[in-house]
């Protein structure tokens, strides 16, 4: 089962499967070097909970959860994305 970047706690880094969305929105991320294949470290998370920062390819993103809920992540082995790292999994 692939999980969703917005399910990703912080300090945790993961790698991208795919992408999902409107084609506005794939296209965006896209241009921003989040693509399949990539390792995402998720930074931190605002006190509300949105947004959410990002380290990818040497530098810091920030998009909204419901953006991230777009970006489909492996949770294969490895550290990239261990179950403890992931919402809901304590």
Known sequence: MTK???TVKPGC???VVNIGGDNIL???LLCMGVTPGTVIQVVKVAPL???MELKIR???LSI???E???IFISEDNGSCC???CLKGAD
């Open 4 to 6: 969703t970047l917005n």
């Open 13 to 15: 880094s993961c790698k």
């Open 26 to 28: 794939k296209n965006r």
């Open 49 to 51: 909970g949105d947004p």
């Open 58 to 60: 040497k530098y810091n």
């Open 64 to 66: 909204r959860k419901n």
């Open 68 to 70: 991230a809920s777009s």
């Open 82 to 84: 261990p179950p403890s």
